[in-house]
DNA sequence: TGTCAATTGTCAGAGGCTGTCATTAGCCTC
DNA sequence: GAGGCTAATGACAGCCTCTGACAATTGACA
């Protein structure tokens, strides 16, 4: 943050980043338009552009870095945990450590009520999958190179990113559907829902 | 296929979508507009979102027929087989009878031209994802019924999907980017995939 | 054949997004 | 500290997707 002008910038990107999220939520996403952002913070709509490259990078701007903040931490486990264990153990600490990364930005409030959004909002959905479907293959690598495997040869890496991903999707969506909003919350059901992935790929759930 | 108003209507619908896919899988997705079908067709724009409620339904229109064709498919398993072993069936099976199903409407070719224009252009891909979760909803709560337990309490149904949706995922990706691009190829790398499901989530990898 | 209803075309307009060009404003050197 | 350089912004103009409204057309049916 050295010039005047990168401050400038960096307080545009944030006044638009903090006034677009606060509009999703209270107005919906399909309900705001880009002109009311650029409105509110009183620039031109072009200068939205200059910043976001859509009204949907503005949207997922947190699950961005949530996603970064996430491929870090795989990258510094334990090289002699197993590939499942680190990514079980990337996810946990991640959720600890996330809460002082997004309040350097937004309030965590605003974080979680724009988780649901997301996840109630169709293209922005679409577009979070696919984004968590990028960030899969990154993942893959880091454990391709951990464990020592060629990825093109060895389906694994990506076997295992698959499936680990299935399940986090799934943990995602019951967290924002759910009742108990915290983080807390998300790390119980991430660790309750990856305890069951063995069962539930068993013979049968009758027997039970 | 009664009267001569519903024939002309179902011969306005195929010809746009084959027309769409046509022009999809020559120009490209983003590189053909909405106007560019209509006028192949000779009809006004206005017609074409009669029919398709955007420009995406259209290139999606082949896939939403597979994933109809493949949850009639999980519905017909017999009873008494294990839920993972339904679902692989299922697929399995799918594959076969999905030539017939699609050749009724397009050539197949056009269909596994489509399908890597979907996987290499983000905003189709991003649509295809949100419908796949929206399948795997759909079959979860049929694996529910089948094995007689309740989805709102017992997150199998649901992990058991997220699991097996994620493999396909990876499937089709695989797939759709190799090089023998058959159904037959695909069935191969279906059973093979799956056959790793295993190894890839056990402890380590490395004392292969 | 004439009435009714469904299908389509035309027009107007909102909203997302991009290229272009002039203007402004911070930066840096002499 | 004046002037030149460059980055950031604003102001248009325009393309494309998609929607509502209304008129014109065309098949259905008595």
């Known amino acids: 943050m050295e010039t005047l002008r990168e401050r400038k910038k960096q307080r545009t990107r944030e006044a638009l980043l903090r006034t677009a999220l606060e509009l999703f939520t209270t107005q919906g ?25 859509g ?8 699950q961005e870095m949530t996603v970064a903040h996430f491929l870090q931490a795989v990258r510094e486990r334990p090289p002699h945990e197993a590939p499942m264990e680190a990514l079980r153990q990337a996810v946990l ?12 930005v937004v309030p965590v409030e605003l974080y979680l009520r724009m988780y649901q959004v997301v996840e109630s909002t169709p293209v922005l ?26 990825m093109d040869t060895d389906p694994r890496p990506r076997l295992a990113v698959a499936v680990f991903g299935g399940v986090m ?16 919350a998300m790390r119980a059901l991430t660790v309750s829902h990856l305890e069951q992935v063995g069962p539930a790929l068993s013979e049968s759930w009758r027997t039970r």
């Open 169 to 184: 999707r799934l943990t995602e969506r019951q967290w924002s559907s759910g009742e108990d909003f915290s983080l807390d």
């Open 93 to 104: 600490e991640g959720w600890d450590a996330l809460n002082d990364v997004i309040e350097a």
């Open 55 to 62: 009204k949907e990078e503005a949207a997922l701007a947190l």
């Open 125 to 150: 959905l679409a577009a979070h999958l696919r984004r968590s479907v990028e960030a899969e293959e990154a993942i893959a690598r880091i454990l391709a190179e951990r464990e020592g495997v060629d």
């Open 29 to 53: 996403y399909e309900g705001t338009t880009v002109d009311d952002i650029a409105d509110a913070v009183d620039v031109s709509q072009r200068t939205f552009f200059r910043y976001f490259a």
